[in-house]
């Protein structure tokens, strides 16, 4: 695993390097682990959902049972495949946030702000415009 410099400004010792890209690595390795878990289990549950709502659709017996049931049946995919996503998401978003609380935490001084970071670019776009 790469970290340009830039990112890691204050890690001069190689082992702490190396210590941090094997945390850095683990939290993303885990956020995988998590994100396919998920994925998996979303679709033993859609499948297991398309399967119940195919018996039902089996045992209907007059026509407006079965269009009745098949109706409710499909209505209720798109909302469940939307909580996946959203659930996916989350997976995604604790995954980066834990490695930036890794990162911060291994670095002396921290990566500057994204409020300091455009500060300082106004600045300097101003005075460069002078």
Known sequence: MYFHPAVLPS?????RVLNTCRAV???WLEGVERHHA??????KD?????????RAL?????APEVALRALSAASSEPFTLLAV????????VDTHRRTMELLYADTEEGIVPASESRAGRGA???????
């Open 11 to 15: 890690i001069v010792d190689g082992a």
């Open 25 to 27: 690595a683990g939290v």
């Open 38 to 43: 998920a994925q998996l289990d979303a679709w």
């Open 46 to 54: 859609l499948c297991s959902a398309r399967l119940e709502s195919t």
């Open 58 to 62: 089996s045992e209907a017996r007059l």
């Open 85 to 92: 996503a959203a659930s996916l998401a989350a997976n995604v």
């Open 124 to 130: 300097r776009s101003t005075s460069s415009r002078n």
